[in-house]
């Protein structure tokens, strides 16, 4: 599958034709001149007990160059709660 300079991830495709994100092309996030580590905020995301899965990927701004955009689903028997 050929790449493309807007994906972020790199994607497989399966025999049944289901594809697969194996891997990122970039791991660091440069938000405001800081270097960010995907990885690391998804190690404290799972952290939390009612993360089942984690990503972080970036988002382009025009202000500070790019900025973290997480998500996680939660398991429906473990409703998030607040951080303190």
Do not use: F
Not at 26 to 55: Q, T, W
């Amino acid at each position: 599958m050929p790449r493309s300079r807007s994906w972020a991830s790199v994607p497989e495709r399966d025999d049944d034709g289901y594809l697969y994100i194996v891997d990122r092309i970039k791991d660091v996030i440069v938000s405001g001149g800081e270097n960010i580590a995907n990885p690391e905020i998804e190690r404290v995301l799972y952290e939390h007990e009612p993360v089942l899965e984690a990503s972080v990927v970036r988002r382009p701004v025009d202000q500070s160059g790019e900025v973290p955009s997480p998500t996680w689903p939660c398991a429906p028997s473990r409703p998030p709660r607040p951080i303190s």
